[in-house]
T-cell receptor
Framework: GESVGLHLPTLSVQEGDNSIINCAYS??????FIWYKQESGKGPQFIID?????DKRQGQRVTVLLNKTVKHLSLQIAATQPGDSAVYFC???????????FGKGTTLSVSS | NAGVMQNPRHLVRRRGQEARLRCSPM?????VYWYRQLPEEGLKFMVY????????ESGMPKERFSAEFPKEGPSILRIQQVVRGDSAAYFC????????????FGSGTRLTVV
């Protein structure tokens, strides 16, 4: 079946460093991907998305890279701040387009 | 413009009781999605509803779980005869149209079964 997964369950960085969170997916037909941020006690919050006709998309301090050849995407956060501490999920629509398939999440901890 | 509203935020039920979780979508949104999140896990899709219709319930357990989205009022996720394994965070999301992309999540209901 379809799956979306993250490589590392936890990532610890110092404030000001750049963070890279990785994700792999199984369905080569997947054409859209989303990164969500979930802070403790809250619902997932949309960060950035990317379509499969792109290799890279940039937002404010965040960049998503997509490598369709190896079915891998990454979220890069520049100048990581304590407020970036959260769990990050990658997600992709299922084939029917009725739901999102989420990975397990990477917990990002930022220390001052 | 209020976001997706879920209530209650926290719900404690004894084994065997019923749990009712409510979700009011964003204004103008007629599509609702329910997800469940177990501790240390990602979100798992449960059901997708449009007003008065269940579009996809492939993620719903076969027994004890039901969902509705009536013409008027919030969407309800009902869990009958709860068991400890039902303890989780339940999130609702909504969208204006049937879309695959970036819909908005509520803050969730945390169900604890004791």
């Amino acid at each position: 079946g379809e799956s979306v997964g993250l490589h590392l369950p936890t990532l610890s960085v110092q404030e000001g460093d750049n963070s890279i969170i990785n994700c792999a997916y199984s369905n080569s037909a997947s054409d859209y991907f989303i990164w969500y941020k979930q802070e403790s006690g809250k619902g997932p919050q949309f960060i950035i998305d990317i379509r499969s006709n792109m290799d890279k998309r940039q937002g404010q301090r965040v960049t998503v890279l997509l490598n369709k050849t190896v079915k891998h995407l990454s979220l890069q956060i520049a100048a990581t701040q304590p407020g970036d501490s959260a769990v990050y999920f990658c997600a992709a629509p299922n084939q029917a387009g009725t739901a999102l398939i989420f990975g397990k999440g990477t917990t990002l901890s930022v220390s001052s | 413009n209020a976001g997706v509203m879920q209530n209650p935020r926290h719900l404690v039920r004894r084994r065997g009781q019923e749990a009712r979780l409510r979700c009011s979508p964003m204004k103008g949104h007629s599509h609702v999605y329910w997800y469940r999140q177990l501790p240390e896990e990602g979100l798992k899709f449960m059901v997708y509803l449009q007003k008065e219709n269940i579009i996809d319930e492939s993620g719903m357990p076969k027994e004890r779980f039901s969902a509705e989205f009536p013409k008027e009022g919030p969407s309800i996720l009902r869990i009958q005869q709860v068991v400890r394994g039902d303890s989780a965070a339940y999130f609702c999301a909504s969208s204006r149209d049937r879309e695959r992309e970036g819909y908005t999540f509520g803050s969730g209901t945390r169900l604890t079964v004791v």
